[in-house]
């Protein structure tokens, strides 16, 4: 058996990006961008007005109010689309409206609502004067010439996705087409005796095939492009002609087959066809799982198609096309985010791990309080397709955790999150954070020290946050840093090619939700010492010749860290046992985030 990482890492090695190709910009929804594009234009193109109103010199309108009007001449009228056929001349005004170029003369605009265009509007035709009741300053109301994009600016940066508002740039700047990545061809086949295709009358002892549409959506679901092969039956014959037809595509998905019985012969007919990846990988639902790549000859020229054969379970299969299918789908396309999007969750239910595999529960996640929790939605078969659709995430149960007890945190693969939604949240919930509180010299410090030194032993990258409630002396006088402070500056950010530092002022005192997205989210790992009211997990330190009480409710805790025994119902580890303390948090808080 090989583990989710080695297989995945097998399959990631077999698929490349896919080559460019150019398309209408509207059929680029989703794909990545192959090149750069550069504006080879002001947008906009013209100064203009952001609003319906007068073009005036913001000079004529000095001390105008309601009860002070400012006379102007309207020499003019312009409209978007059409140019100014006068300029502005002391004071006189051009009747402009949104988007219309700014006539010659004019440095600012005043809308209709600060004159007294509405009470002249009964004289009908066109107005020859116009009292303004608004001072104006110069640029009011103007849009200048390529304050949105200048021409010679990299305006969309090769790798990028396209997003609808992507497509509106390319459009804005006149593309009519765009160059992407290509979606892969991804050849689907159902295989199995029992199979009927859904527009079949289904007889005895037959079921109709699921999986050629979960996988079909699945695959558009992702980015590429499905080729339904239809059903291959449970022979060597069957088979090959089947796995013969998808041979010109990127990739290849079969389903079922794959596992001992006596008619799962798909990996019979790819040994001989090609190469086999692997045939079991320690996850459940999923063990029976094969890869490799089918050899095609293409004149003299050999083409190598990967081929994946998922379990023929329904939710084994979609369960492996999650952790196996979807990272290749994306690397053809060009994605660079490649891992599912994850949170941490407060697991709801106890979940047995019998055989040392990685369990991927389908839970429902909610989130209540600035915690997710994670609820097990019901039985848990691999036939039970149904615990699929009341899923929203699948929490990941480690091979090395023999049970996870409800309370416990667990990382949870979000199912309908974007990857780029895992890839920006730089929130609590993304890196695991844990807190030390405790009454003053209780050893916090000690134990992050510790802590922070034997996580870094286990290979962590270890982030450390500091509550200070009497304020802080970082800042040394005589510094430069300090100087820029001392001047007024609100913040000072020093940046070297190691280090970054960044001394801000606050209005309030941050809460761990907006720190963490300043710290980044780079790490395995955050201990926090303080923060006592926030809600990340929290352990405290307790220590007897002090005598104190707990500073928190037990509730609230996750562990004591302490040097006698307390009577309280919550996990109790000892001062100095650092590994301990230690493997409680990797337990809990980390799992296998690294
Ligand atoms: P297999 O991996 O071929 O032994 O199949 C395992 C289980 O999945 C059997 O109960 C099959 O009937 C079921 N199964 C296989 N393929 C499909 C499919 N395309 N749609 C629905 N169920 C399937
Ligand atoms: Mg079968």
Redesign the pocket.
């Known amino acids: 058996m090989i583990s989710v990482e080695e297989a995945l890492e097998k399959v990631l090695s077999y698929v490349g990006v896919l080559e460019p190709e150019r398309k209408p910009i509207l059929d680029c929804l989703g794909q990545v961008l192959a090149d750069d594009v550069y504006s080879t234009m002001d947008i906009p193109p013209l100064d203009n007005s952001a609003m319906d109103g007068y073009a005036l010199r913001a000079e004529d309108t000095r001390g105008a109010s309601e009860s002070t009007p400012r006379y102007l001449v309207v020499v003019g009228e312009v409209a978007a689309g059409s140019m100014p056929a006068k300029e502005v001349r002391p004071g006189t005004a051009i009747r402009i409206m949104t988007g219309a170029p700014l006539p010659e003369g004019a440095d600012a605009v005043v809308r209709f609502e600060d004159t007294d265009e509405d009470s002249r509007k009964s004289s009908r035709g066109k107005l020859s004067q116009i009292g303004i009741l608004y001072g104006a300053k110069r640029g009011l109301n103007i849009r200048r010439r390529g304050e949105d994009i200048a021409s010679g600016e990299l305006i969309l940066k090769k790798g990028k996705v396209l997003r609808p508002q992507e497509i509106g740039i390319l459009a804005s700047l006149g593309h009519s087409t765009a160059l992407v990545i290509r979606r892969p061809v991804v050849a689907i086949l159902?295989?199995?005796d029992?199979?009927v295709g859904v527009d079949q009358t289904l007889a005895t002892g037959k079921?109709y095939?699921?999986?050629?549409y979960t996988i079909a959506a699945e695959v558009s679901r992702y980015g590429g492009i499905p080729r339904i092969l239809g059903i291959g039956r449970d022979s060597v014959q069957s088979l090959n002609e089947k796995i013969g037809e998808g041979l010109d595509a990127d990739m290849l998905i079969t389903?079922?087959?794959?596992?001992r019985?006596d008619y799962?012969m798909v990996k019979d007919v790819l040994a001989e066809h090609g190469e086999i990846g692997f045939w079991t990988v320690c996850m459940k639902p999923g063990k029976?799982l094969a890869f490799g790549v089918i050899k095609k000859l293409e004149g003299r020229r050999g083409r190598k198609v990967p081929h994946l054969g998922l379990?023929?379970?329904?939710v084994s299969s979609m369960i492996t096309f999650e952790q196996f299918a979807r990272p290749a789908i994306l690397k053809m396309i060009g994605k660079k985010i490649l891992a599912k999007p994850c949170i941490q969750a407060v697991i709801r239910n106890d979940v047995v791990n019998t055989d040392g595999r990685r369990i991927f529960a389908r839970v429902t996640v909610t989130h209540c309080g600035g915690q997710y929790y994670a609820s097990v939605t019901g039985p848990q078969g691999s036939?039970i397709l149904t615990s699929m659709a009341k899923a929203n995430g699948l929490a990941v149960i480690p091979e090395s955790s023999k049970v996870v007890k409800a309370g416990d945190m667990v990382e949870v693969q979000m199912l309908d999150w974007g990857e780029e939604q895992g890839g920006v949240k730089t929130t609590v919930e993304s890196v695991p954070i844990v807190s030390i509180v405790g009454q003053s010299q209780s050893g916090k410090t000690v134990l992050m020290e510790q802590l922070i030194a034997e996580f870094k032993r286990r290979g962590y990258k270890v982030a450390a946050l500091k509550h200070s409630r009497g304020g802080m002396e970082i800042d040394r006088p005589g510094k430069d840093s300090w100087k820029l402070a001392q001047a007024g500056s609100d913040a000072v950010c020093v940046s070297s090619p190691d280090k970054l530092a960044l001394i801000k002022n606050l209005d309030h005192d941050l809460d761990i939700e907006e720190i963490m997205p300043i710290v980044g989210p780079e790490f395995d790992l955050v201990l926090a010492e303080g923060f006592r009211k926030s809600k990340i997990p929290k352990i405290e330190v307790h220590r007897k010749e002090l005598g104190y009480d707990l500073l928190c409710s037990p509730e609230e805790l996750s562990a004591v860290v302490t040097d006698e025994s307390l009577n309280m119902g919550i996990t109790q580890l000892s001062c100095g046992d650092t590994v301990a303390i230690a493997d409680f948090i990797e337990k809990n808080f980390v799992l296998n985030k690294r």
């Not at 379990?311 to 329904?314: A, F, I, R, Y």
């Open positions: 159902a295989t199995g029992e199979l079921i095939d699921s999986n050629t389903s079922g087959g794959v596992s019985g799962d029976p379990p023929g379970n329904p036939g």
